[in-house]
């Protein structure tokens, strides 16, 4: 990897915002899935979450390999799994819906560590996720029609939060927050994809890079690597 390439990694690093994510629920056009990762990645999310309408899509064959790259996504069996752990990290959870409680999206303080439900293209978000979330969350239209795309609503709702952390200097730091364990299989996997393949086919770990992204590793590494 050239040393331009490890330091832009580096500076997307430490921008990233694990404290900021989406939840799809039973989304299942992959364009939107596609375009939903990409604005992550855009916003500065390290990773998404999902429960999947059927077993294929889980395998997000069909999103946009850029963004794939860069923004994991982890899947859970029901929503109520994927609610209770992001709760667990503090997180306060939003779903998107019209409600009589709900309030305008912009009224949120976004820089507290923030979960946004994003429902299905077909019936939005279900009521066993409604249950579990703390506010519900609009996006105010004054035309005939009342909903938007839901790659468009995370568009707008994410570009909110990013402006809010920004003022907060959220995205201004030093270091990375993720884990160093984190921080290295990143720029291992996205600075040398071929043999971070081949490390992985064989279950080998990754070894150490220098200050400009180059492998460091001993003689018997490479030798296995080379194996057939």
């Not at 850029?66 to 994991?72: H, L, M, S």
């Not at 160093?180 to 081949?198: C, Y």
Request: proline share 4%; hydrophobic share 40%; glycine share 4%.
């Amino acid at each position: 990897m050239n040393l331009e390439r490890y330091n832009r990694i580096q500076e997307v690093l430490k921008a990233r915002q694990p404290d900021l994510t989406l939840l799809l629920e039973q989304v299942h056009k992959p364009n939107n899935v596609s375009a939903v990762i990409r604005t992550a990645d855009a916003a500065g999310v390290h990773k998404v979450h999902a429960v999947w309408p059927d077993e294929k899509m889980r395998t997000l064959s069909h999103t946009s390999a850029g963004a794939r790259n860069w923004v994991e996504v982890e899947t859970h069996d029901t929503v109520a799994d994927a609610v209770r752990e992001l709760k667990s990290q503090g997180m306060q959870v939003l779903a998107t819906n019209l409600s009589d409680n709900a309030v305008d999206f912009r009224e949120i303080d976004y820089t507290k560590p923030t979960a946004i439900i994003l429902g299905g293209e077909k019936n939005g978000i279900t009521q066993d996720a409604l249950g579990e979330a703390d506010q519900d969350i609009i996006i105010p239209m004054v035309g005939m029609v009342q909903s938007l795309n839901v790659s468009v609503a995370s568009a707008l709702i994410l570009f909110e939060a990013q402006r809010q952390r920004q003022l907060a200097g959220m995205y201004d730091r030093d270091t990375s927050v993720l884990p160093e364990e984190t921080i290295h299989r990143i720029l291992f996997e996205r600075g040398h994809p071929v043999l971070a393949k081949v490390a992985k086919k064989k279950n080998m770990p990754y070894p150490p890079l220098d200050d400009e992204g180059q492998i460091v590793a001993d003689e018997s590494w490479w030798k296995e690597m080379q194996k057939n």
